[in-house]
């Protein structure tokens, strides 16, 4: 439920009140607002998703939302007819006011020292998690981390057309995304230089580190739920749900992941993982701005337009933040998309092996690929397949036959690793 106090010319009380009379809503005036002379203080109580059309047929009636309109959120309300007030709206999925919205986005937006301090040690934790392998830890470390914030008040900022609050959420999310990875390179030269894990350490065999080696094909409509359904949460009547998408989209591991590769000698593994992030930040900005934009949020006067300059910094600046956004946002698609063609072609020959007589008795239970799009050492692109089997067959030639399919489809050298996990079948008969 949101109070709302307006300040109503007298000449316009009536029509005023007869809104929010037609609306079933009770109300209480106030003569004289304190602070002009010729108006009242109306005061009344709605659901939040009733208070954009409540404002909109006020303005029909030439109330003017901009002289005075606070909205404030209340724990309960008790007047006749308020049960069938909430039931009218109960059912609803419209979403709140955009002054609502907006000043939602402004009061997510942390400060600079506090989201540094969280990022930074958000991502000590998901680097701990990701080496120790505990999925609890590391998703502890997405609770921590605030990145997501920034994400939604910028795609707030697109849909408004506010630009300095595009400008500073893309900032923010330009320093968190640093200040993760950076961090992640330092407390993992750290935990090798005290010897707390072997430096012989492959990195990307650690499961859960596996998993966030390169963009996979479905990072993509992940990315984009995550940020749609953030969106949602934070414009209607649902839980704003950061914390969901911060655990959906898993952006600090990510971050950690790409930090530990970096740390220890393994670039493709920092390189693959940096891509990964960066793709699942721009899938989260894109989904949560497009579901903004099917709400209907749109720009009105209260917000500056992105466009509309008075200088020639302002122009430089927002020029060269949408050139470096522009040249990220193409390295990253054609990056993935790169990768995303090598993968198909790595899934696509890997069954084809498994369909063969001899292969017909394994179960994949994983295919793990590293990035295909840089190979600084030309030594091929690592894929690490794991296999499950009764455990007294042997498959010794596995690995060469699934070299040579996955080259011959992608044309690229590649190193394959061939992981089993053994099972036995009981053959007791029942007596």
Request: hydrophobic share 50%; glycine share 8%; charged share 15%.
């Amino acid at each position: 439920m949101r109070e709302l106090q307006l300040s109503v010319p007298r000449e316009q009380r009536p029509r005023v009140l007869g809104v929010l009379e037609e609306r079933g809503v009770a109300y209480v005036v106030a003569d004289g607002d304190g602070a002009r002379d010729g108006h009242d203080l109306v005061s009344f109580v709605v659901p939040a998703d009733a208070v954009e059309h409540v404002l909109d047929d006020l303005a029909e009636v030439g109330y003017d939302r901009r002289v005075y309109t606070v909205s404030t959120s209340t724990e309960f309300a008790i007047y006749e007819g308020v049960d069938d007030v909430q039931d009218t709206w109960a059912d609803t999925p419209n979403s709140i006011s955009p002054e609502t919205l907006r000043s939602k986005a402004k009061d997510m937006r942390p400060n600079t020292r506090s989201y540094v301090w969280m990022m930074l040690l958000s991502t000590v934790v998901a680097s701990s998690g990701l080496l120790v392998g505990s999925p609890a830890i590391v998703v502890g470390s997405m609770v921590l981390a605030p990145l997501v914030a920034p994400m939604l008040t910028a795609s707030i900022g697109v849909v408004r057309d506010d630009r300095d609050m595009l400008l500073d959420s893309l900032g923010q999310q330009a320093l968190g995304l640093g200040v993760a990875v950076v961090g992640a390179v330092v407390f993992s030269f750290a935990v090798k230089a005290l010897h707390v894990y072997p430096a012989t350490l492959n990195v990307a065999s650690v499961e859960l580190l596996s998993v966030r080696l390169s963009p996979g094909v479905l990072s993509v409509p992940i990315g984009l739920a995550a940020g749609a359904a953030g969106a949602f949460g934070l414009a209607t009547k649902g839980n704003v749900s950061i914390v969901g998408v911060m655990v959906a989209a898993a952006l600090v591991p990510t971050a950690a992941t790409a930090g530990i590769g970096f740390a220890w000698g393994a670039p493709v593994v920092g390189v693959g993982s940096l891509l990964l992030l960066l793709l699942t930040i721009v899938a989260v900005n894109t989904g949560s701005s497009l579901m903004f934009a099917y709400l209907d949020y749109r720009p009105d006067e209260v917000d500056e337009g992105i466009f509309d300059l008075s200088s020639t910094r302002e122009a430089a600046v927002l020029g060269g933040t949408a050139l470096v956004v522009l040249v990220v946002v193409a390295l990253v698609l054609v990056g993935a998309v790169q990768h995303m063609a090598f993968e198909f072609a790595v899934n696509r020959a890997t069954e084809d092996v498994l369909a063969q007589g001899e292969y017909t008795d394994l179960d994949l239970v994983g295919l793990t690929v590293e990035y295909a799009g840089w190979d600084p050492l030309g030594e091929g692109t690592t894929v690490t397949a794991t296999m499950s089997r009764v455990s007294d067959q042997s498959y010794p030639a596995l690995a060469n036959t699934l070299d040579r399919a996955v080259t011959e489809r992608t044309d690229q050298p590649v190193t394959v690793q061939v992981q089993f996990r053994d099972y036995e079948v009981s053959n007791a008969t029942a007596g």
